[in-house]
Nanobody, 127 residues
Framework: DVQLVESGGDSVQAGGSLRLSCAHS????????MGWFREVSGKEREGLAT???????AYADSVKGRFTISKDNNKNILYLQMDNLKPEDSATYRC??????????????????????WGEGTQVTVS
């Protein structure tokens, strides 16, 4: 099994920055893919950014140029650097993990329960 634990959420002012972390443990996969999505009550979940075992990344248009996904393979931590935050970025941010899928293909279904493993999330509030 895979465990994912997010941290780093906070309340910030518009224009500010945050870095989210997702520590993962448990079973590992050679052809892994991980990413971030966010959810707001009453709205559809939104896939934001993905990264796969080859280092390929993919971003949603809504965050492209503002958010950066990266992974420290030695520490088993996935990051999401978020810059120039806007009030509409306020949400619960969750990381997800899967395997045998590329970053580009994963972006469209990372927020689906069938994707793989999800963390519980960390709250980001931008005012």
């Amino acid at each position: 099994d895979v465990q994912l634990v997010e941290s780093g959420g906070d309340s910030v002012q518009a224009g500010g920055s945050l870095r989210l972390s997702c520590a993962h443990s448990g079973r590992t996969y050679s052809r892994w893919c991980m990413g971030w999505f966010r959810e707001v009550s009453g709205k559809e979940r939104e896939g934001l950014a993905t990264i796969d075992y080859s280092g390929m990344t993919a971003y949603a248009d809504s965050v492209k140029g503002r958010f950066t996904i990266s992974k420290d393979n030695n520490k088993n931590i996935l990051y999401l650097q978020m810059d120039n935050l806007k009030p509409e970025d306020s949400a619960t941010y969750r990381c997800a993990a899967s395997w045998d899928v590329t970053a580009v293909a994963a972006l469209s279904n990372i927020a689906s329960p069938e994707f793989g493993y999800w963390g519980e999330g960390t709250q980001v509030t931008v005012s």
